[in-house]
């Protein structure tokens, strides 16, 4: 079974406010990935990257940057949080070469942000 | 616009019963669409997938339909449990587009005792 996980679970901050989002995967996964989760809006990619040092821009990625230091660790950064950035915060990875079956990812537990 | 779409929004079954989840997408180059199950407090996790080059998928009481001409699937969940009461991401996305998913906004399964 797939491991991801997230840290903090839950991050209380202020607007304008730094925030760093980490993510873990210990089951040697080509891709990660960054979604939002929000009511009337499902689940948008945020980032995405293919390994380590590449970084690939999803669907919504204003405010955000992020960076994948290593095989396993990917991070994401809101560096003047906004209220809109108020969310369910997941993360994912997948292996699209051999391994676990194409095309499935694997989510953490998520981390839900408060930006006041 | 919403490339996948989902209906409906919410559904309530007595257990037992068989639960039907639509999904319609836009894209025509969408091969592959997986469907996932996520709890409250929980991150998604896949239940069952599908590739266009079939036309049903079945494990134990989850079956996908697929209909590549109208673009649309359903996901049927027969002898419906407490447990399946879950909400349900219908999502798509196709070969050599680096694993990108698409998903739909969900339907909310509510399965009554």
């Known amino acids: 079974e797939a491991a991801v996980t997230q840290s903090p679970r839950n991050k209380v901050t202020v607007t304008g406010g730094n925030v760093t989002l980490s993510c873990r995967q210990t089951?040697?996964?080509?891709?990660m990935y960054w979604y939002r989760q929000d009511t009337g809006h499902g689940l948008r990619l945020i980032h995405y990257?293919?390994?380590?040092?590449?970084?690939q821009i999803g669907d919504v990625p204003d405010g955000y940057k992020a960076t994948r230091t290593t095989q396993e660790d990917f991070f994401l950064l809101l560096e003047l949080a906004s209220p809109s950035q108020t969310s369910l915060y997941f993360c994912?990875?997948?292996?699209?070469?051999?391994?676990?079956?194409?095309?499935?990812?694997?989510f953490g537990p998520g981390t839900r942000l408060l930006v006041l | 616009q919403q490339q996948v779409r989902q209906s409906p929004q919410s559904l309530t079954v007595w257990e037992g019963e068989t639960a039907i989840l639509n999904c319609s997408y836009e894209?025509?180059?969408?091969?592959?669409f997986p469907w996932y199950q996520q709890f409250p407090g929980e991150g998604p996790a896949l239940l069952i997938s599908i590739r266009s080059v079939s036309d049903k998928k079945e494990d134990g009481r989850f079956t996908i339909f697929f209909n590549k001409r109208e673009k649309k699937l359903s996901l049927h969940i027969t002898d419906s449990q407490p447990g399946d009461s879950a909400t349900y991401f219908c999502?798509?996305?196709?070969?050599?587009?680096?694993?990108?998913?698409?998903f739909g906004l969900g339907t909310t399964l509510q399965v009554q005792p």
């Open positions: 999502a798509a996305s196709a070969t050599g587009n680096t694993g990108k998913l698409i």
């Open positions: 894209d025509s180059t969408f091969n592959y």
């Open positions: 994912a990875s997948s292996a699209l070469t051999g391994g676990a079956p194409r095309d499935t990812q694997y």
């Open positions: 990257s293919y390994g380590a040092g590449n970084l």
């Open positions: 089951n040697s996964h080509n891709y």
